[in-house]
């Protein structure tokens, strides 16, 4: 089980040693680390934390995805740097 409330999006940046990863539907929070697993890592502890920003703000939240997916972008570029 994935848990992490939203599809996440993982692509592979200009340089090698770094991905970035973003939730499409959850605007303002992005993320840049060194491995598929860390990224995934870091989105789930990082949403937890910006949803807690966004309701404290009381600014708008898209519903959760019940059928949320990892999508990897650019997968060409990772295996060439691996």
Not at 39 to 47: D, E, H, L, N, T
Request: charged content about 20%.
């Amino acid at each position: 089980m994935l848990d992490l409330k939203y599809s996440l999006v993982i692509e592979a940046t200009e340089k090698p040693d770094f991905l970035a990863f973003y939730f499409p539907d959850l605007q303002g929070f992005t993320g840049v680390w060194y491995s598929i697993e860390d990224c995934i890592y870091k989105a789930r502890w990082g949403m937890a934390e910006h949803l807690s920003v966004l309701n404290e703000g009381a600014l708008p939240i898209l519903p959760t995805n019940p059928d949320q997916t990892i999508i990897i972008q650019n997968a060409q570029r990772i295996a060439e740097a691996a």
